[in-house]
């Protein structure tokens, strides 16, 4: 029976130093909820408080309503999956897959019932007597996971579970856990850093940065529309670019915009928003996908730069301009005109503002664009 | 090995020197081990009519094996191999079961206090027994303890002549305590948490997860343990004046006093070291794996 989880104002501290600071959020029966953020964000000790490896400082941590910060581990009937797969080397695979069973004193023949299913759902069958070390990466991977359905618990955890294999098997196996989980239909939180994971397997994404949450909520949302500068920046591949406004003026409910760099002769970028982008101290940016900015000839645009860097992917390639007034090489998707593009070519940049972004000096999104 | 191994770029005669140095150091090894072989199979005269030549460490001319029918039929020298034969298995064997666990306590379980008494751990490491070997007399002297009186269990006054007072004081080992600690923290805590997880006990993780895990060091501890529990002389020639839980080395002693030929000393120390010899060959393999894999210099 897939089970709802719900943290309330999690803290966590070690040694005086806060690591999880006041985290709340809740995930419902089935869903599939990703914890994405830089290393030592706090996801995978979040992930572990859930588990019952961590205390909780402070905060209340519900299974289906019921507190549980208290339950050891196995009474929270979790299913685990961690990094390093954590596979008992002296046991073969039948064996680690049914050593919660074992624990559990389930009779024999119901035991070895239970791990055969499991293994069969995983095409794991004709590997039921080898040893850990036998096994490939993604094998171990499979095995891992063979070990947290056999007691069918109430969540599944997961701890940066393909991080330790190669891209074209992490893509595999991505598409694996994700039809398992279409399957099995289990609570599922996820713990990653690669937010291409977190993207395509998420129902909801929660993304952290430094013990806090800076925004929840589904792939697409959260690509489109960002709470955040830092969000806007962390989801997304080439990043977003961020431009340096050097001044705002509101004119009849609307937002004139004039960039760090921006040729005198070019219009002001105008955007639809009345919220004032300029409160507080610091920078306003403008921020822009890729897909949304396209190059021109440098005399008479916006901006003007030389290209620094072309990645060409074989779908797509992109160009990563020098510009005035970004704060890092701005990525442009290239359409057409990708193969006329060279290092050292000095271009204009051209963007719709429509598809702008724009956050406050303290990086919250003030402006997205409409869907 | 990492010398050898690059061989092809020496020359043939640093290669030669090299493996002589390496035969002479194995002699100055081995030497006094065929000394006492070929003499427990030699008559006085014969031991002395080879000893200014190489016949002293090879068994030529007239061999014998009186002295072994000589100490095998005077003294209790069977008596003391069963007592050493008990003191050292059950010493071992407890201390593998009270010395790993107390390790696991240390390196995987959290509670309070662990990092002060791991510290005081390699306190103890350093405290030479000869130094607690008087004071802990006189407490095990006036320990109440069992004993058996025509046939019966009673209590005793002291430890003192008895087989348990071999054995007791050394089941706590620090050094094994620290073997088993070193071993156990390189042994990823990912294990424990998945067993935990499980629905493992600590005393269950201890159990299907570590010590399956452990097996080397487990052998080290025992060959090492073994090795000084065989050993052992001070302490019971303080604490054990009777014969009948008299070990072998002090036998060895009493049994080296009331007689003049060599011969006979020499098959008693033969019959002494073989067990330990064997048990060396046996768990060599596991011995080895372990001084490596723990990291400790053997």
Known sequence: MPASLELRDIHKEYGGRQIIKGVSLTVAPSEFLVLVGPSGCGKSTLLRMIAGLEEISSGDLLFDGERVNDWDPARRRIGMVFQSYALYPHMTVAENVGFSLKLAKMPRAERQQRVDDALRTLQLEELHDNKPSQLSGGQRQRVAIGRAIVRNPNAFLFDEPLSNLDASLRIQMRMEISRLHQRLRNTVVYVTHDQVEAMTLADRIVVLEGGVIRQIGAPLDLYERPANRFVAGFIGTPTMAFLQVARCEETSGRLAVKLVGQDEHTPLLELDTVASATRGEGPVTLGIRPEHCRLTAPDGAMLAGTVAMVERLGADTFAFLDLPGAEDTVAVRLGEDASRIAVGDRVGLQFDAEKAHLFDAGGIAVRSPAR | ?298
């Open chain 2, 1 to 298: 090995m990492s010398v050898l191994s690059t061989g092809r770029h020496q020359s043939v005669s640093l290669r030669f020197a090299l493996y002589a140095l390496m035969l002479l150091l194995a002699l100055v090894f081995v030497f006094p081990f065929l000394f006492m072989l070929t003499a427990s199979f030699r008559t006085n005269e014969q031991i002395f009519a080879h000893s200014g030549s190489i016949g002293a460490f090879v068994p030529t001319g007239e061999l014998t094996t009186a002295n072994y029918a000589y100490v095998l039929g005077n003294g209790n020298i069977l008596h003391f191999f069963l007592n050493s034969v008990i003191i050292t298995t059950l010493t071992v064997g407890l201390g593998l079961i009270v010395n790993s666990l107390a390790a696991f306590s240390l390196a995987r379980l959290q509670w309070r206090g662990r990092e002060a008494v791991a510290s005081l751990l390699v306190v103890l490491l350093v405290i030479p027994f000869e130094a607690i070997s008087v004071p802990l007399m006189l407490l095990v002297a006036h320990l109440p303890g069992l004993g058996f009186e025509a046939g019966r269990l009673v209590l005793t006054r002291s430890w003192l002549n008895t087989l348990y007072v071999q054995i007791l004081p050394f089941v706590a080992n620090a050094f094994s305590i620290y073997l088993f600690y070193q071993f156990f923290r390189s042994i990823p805590k990912d294990f424990d948490e998945a067993a935990y997880i499980d629905g493992a006990t600590p005393l269950q993780v201890y159990r299907h997860v570590i010590v399956p895990s452990s097996k080397p060091v487990f052998a080290t501890v025992s060959i090492l343990q073994g090795l000084a529990m065989w050993n052992q002389y001070l302490w019971p020639v303080i604490t054990v004046p009777g014969e009948s839980a008299r070990p072998l080395m002090v036998g060895m002693q009493q049994f080296f006093g009331h007689t003049t030929e060599w011969g006979n000393v020499m098959a008693y120390a033969t019959i002494i070291t073989v067990p330990v010899l064997a048990a060396f060959v046996i768990f060599q393999r596991w011995f080895v794996r372990s001084v490596i894999g723990s990291g400790v210099k053997g």
